[in-house]
């Protein structure tokens, strides 16, 4: 006997879901990935502020960055690993943890000073309250001006980054 085909021999009968698999069964709205709150709701629409805006401190001095900045917490990165049968798994490979920001550059702006950084603290704070803090930070390239925008690259790494 065909496998589509029931144990009566009604091969023409057509799938009928049970309650159990009708989309209209299940209980509250979609989800996908974990949930937004202890009791896997999702948050009600109205006064919610998403994060914007975001300071950028060194040792506890502001830096005058633009929109924009870049955040990596770092971790490790997974790449599929794929043969003729499809995927099979994945290898991993460690990322570090690093900031992107741009500045603007006035007279206090001593941009040989900022090519020294290393083996600082700095913190990447929102607007929303989120901040992270990347320890034993390092400038990974020399700073970056543009002319004509009056705009400073800065690349940050650092060996870790944790919630603060």
Known sequence: MPRHASARGDASRQFE???????????????????????GEFPMAGNTQFAGRVFISIDGSRLRSKSGAKLNVGGVERTPVETDL?????TEKVKTPTVECTIVLSRDVDLVEFGRIVDTNLVFQTDIGATYALRNAFLTEPPEFTGGEGEVTLKFAGTHCEKA
């Open 86 to 90: 499809g995927t099979v798994g994945y």
């Open 17 to 39: 879901p049970s309650a159990s698999t009708r989309a209209d069964a299940l209980p509250g709205p979609p989800r996908c990935g974990p949930p937004f709150s202890s009791n």
